[in-house]
């Protein structure tokens, strides 16, 4: 007895012809639509770009006096994104955690000494990679003070030219640094065949997995975000 007689003793309406072909294809589009895991919480991703946004701002608006009170203002914002990202690095969850981007700069030792340990073949090219955009991010975090101090000083007129010059040097040194990261987004994009800016866009990246971020805390991203507009408005 065929599947249409049964389902006509039963008392059941058949199966339509495009049900099997139309459940296997939403089937396989959920499976594609879930294949991708949340590895970026929205907190970092949110620090991530107003960071970005306000040295572009800040590096604008280096030159003129008429637009001093912006850059001024945009430079403070920087160091205080700063106290923001190392309070979150320490008590935050563990993937925003520091220590996790230190345990990664503590293999650099054994990395480089892996070059003398055999052909350049056998060298994990991989584990490179991450350890140059980990030195690239700690490089930008750290170079956030002497940016942010310098410009402090010269702003109050403390140390004359000296200071006006060092505070553009480790301006554009910061700039080389972000073009550094940049190039090295781009770069590892081509090698692995897959974008590596999408999690700070996202906050997910492309394959199947368990989501590395449980919660995404997107109540702690707004508040970032109000309390440097309110900071914008009051200033």
């Not at 012809?17 to 590895?39: D, G, N």
């Not at 935050?92 to 293999?107: D, E, Y």
């Not at 070059?115 to 991010?137: D, I, R, T, Y």
């Amino acid at each position: 007895m065929n599947a249409f007689n049964t389902a006509k003793l039963s008392g059941q309406a058949p199966a339509s012809p495009m049900s099997v072909p139309a459940a296997k294809a939403q089937t396989k589009a959920q499976t594609k639509a879930k294949a991708s895991r949340r590895v970026v919480d929205a907190p970092t991703r949110m620090f991530h770009w107003l960071f970005a946004l306000c040295f572009a701002g800040a590096y604008i608006t280096a030159d003129g006096e008429s637009l001093r009170m912006l850059h001024v203002t945009l430079g403070y914002t920087l160091a205080g994104l700063l106290g923001f990202r190392l309070v979150y690095g320490l008590v935050g969850p563990r993937h925003a955690r520091l220590s996790l981007m230190a345990r990664k700069l503590a293999g650099l030792p054994a990395w480089l000494a892996s070059f003398k340990a055999g052909p350049l073949l056998q060298v994990n090219w991989h584990q490179g990679q991450n350890l140059l955009m980990a030195l690239a991010v700690v490089a930008l975090l750290v170079l956030v003070l002497p940016v942010t101090l310098s410009g402090y000083l010269n702003y109050k007129d403390f140390g004359g030219d000296l200071m006006e010059e060092l505070h553009g040097a480790a301006g554009e040194l910061f700039l080389w640094v972000v073009l550094a990261h940049l190039a090295l987004i781009a770069g590892l994009s081509v090698l692995r065949n897959k974008n590596q800016a999408r999690p700070m866009l996202t906050g997910h990246t492309a394959g199947p997995g368990p989501d590395l971020v449980k919660h995404n805390a997107r109540w702690l991203a707004l508040l970032l975000l109000l309390s440097v507009l309110a900071y914008w408005v009051w200033a």
